[in-house]
Antibody, heavy 124, light 111 residues
Framework: QVQLQGSGPGLVKPSETLSLTCTVSGGSVTSYYWSWLRQPPGNGLEWIGYVNYNGNTNYNPSLKSRVRMSIETSKNQFSLTLTSVTAADTAVYYC???????????????????WGQGTTVTVS | DIVMTQSPLSLAVTPGEPASISCRSSQSLLHSNGHHYLDWYLQKPGQSPQLLIYSTSNRASGVPDRFSGSGSGTDFTLKITRVEAEDVGVYYCMQTLQTRTFGQGTKVEIK
């Protein structure tokens, strides 16, 4: 059973760079697409983007200029970097797997089917 | 961005009674393949979200059959036939047709 464990600093200073890592166990990072999302305190969920096994990425346009995602196959990890952070970036950050749920209309349909426990990051 | 709007924002349900949550998108979620690209997630208290329904009406692995999804175009519904205590939490719809966006969430509590 695939499990995800997010890790990283819980406190980041304004204007600095937030870096988080998600370690995959029970499966290989070289399969699937791997995602990051966040949830500000008391608020809903925001999609940040994904990185796939080839290192290809897709980012939320609202964050695209500040986001970078990558995969480290030797460590079975994937990571998130967010630059120039402000208080608005304070949130619980989730890593998640975009897994294939089935063939829908002759196309593979991907959903967020495995989630990490969430990493709380405060910008202050 | 596609804006997702859920209603109601909170819901108190008696165990054993049905519940229904509505999700409306600012534009059609119909893909060129003829299917609608909408998922439902449940975030139980203190936990990470979990997948309930994908592509409008397909239950994810291990999800009880009391959960069902339906809808088309811009209007979608999640129904629980008989609410159980373990169903409490915040339910989110999420469109996957374009850059993924979520509804605000619907908090379900037990009366």
């Amino acid at each position: 059973q695939v499990q995800l464990q997010g890790s990283g600093p819980g406190l980041v200073k304004p204007s600095e760079t937030l870096s988080l890592t998600c370690t995959v166990s029970g499966g290989s990072v070289t399969s699937y697409y791997w995602s990051w999302l966040r949830q500000p305190p008391g608020n809903g969920l925001e999609w940040i983007g994904y990185v796939n096994y080839n290192g290809n990425t897709n980012y939320n346009p609202s964050l695209k200029s500040r986001v970078r995602m990558s995969i480290e196959t030797s460590k079975n990890q994937f990571s998130l970097t967010l630059t120039s952070v402000t208080a608005a970036d304070t949130a619980v950050y989730y890593c998640a797997r975009l897994g294939v749920q089935g063939l829908i209309g002759h196309a593979y349909y991907h959903s967020l089917d495995v989630w990490g426990q969430g990493t709380t990051v405060t910008v202050s | 961005d596609i804006v997702m709007t859920q209603s109601p924002l909170s819901l108190a349900v008696t165990p054993g009674e049905p519940a229904s949550i509505s999700c409306r998108s600012s534009q059609s979620l119909l893909h060129s393949n003829g299917h609608h690209y909408l998922d439902w997630y449940l975030q139980k208290p203190g936990q990470s979200p979990q997948l309930l329904i994908y592509s409008t009406s397909n239950r994810a692995s291990g999800v009880p059959d009391r959960f069902s999804g339906s809808g088309s175009g811009t209007d979608f519904t999640l129904k629980i036939t008989r609410v159980e205590a373990e169903d409490v939490g915040v339910y989110y719809c999420m469109q996957t047709l374009q850059t993924r966006t979520f509804g605000q969430g619907t908090k379900v509590e037990i009366k």
